[in-house]
């Protein structure tokens, strides 16, 4: 049975006929620059995140310490007292 390149174009067209078409190479190029840009926008993002987790108040056994946000405690604030039993 003698194919040509016709018949081999219709075959594959009928099984892909719903298939979008593959990208193109500037759309391939495209593709990749947005997939490093929000590589880099993650990253940029986590940044601030651990950062707050860094300078938020820490607990020290079971009294919370208020932090000022330049790291000292505020010269005004007065410790909690706790009751004595």
């Known amino acids: 049975m003698e194919e040509t390149l016709g018949s081999w174009v219709a075959t594959y067209r009928r099984a892909h006929a719903g298939a979008p078409p593959p990208p193109t190479a500037d759309e391939s ?10 590589r880099e926008l993650l990253t940029e993002n986590q940044f601030p995140k ?3 987790a860094y300078f938020a108040p820490r607990i020290i056994g079971e009294r919370h310490v208020r932090v ?3 790291g000292v405690r505020h010269p005004h604030h007065r410790e909690p007292t706790r009751p004595q039993h």
């Open 29 to 38: 190029t495209r593709l990749r620059e947005l997939e490093r840009q929000n």
């Open 50 to 52: 651990k950062a707050a």
């Open 68 to 70: 000022h946000r330049c």
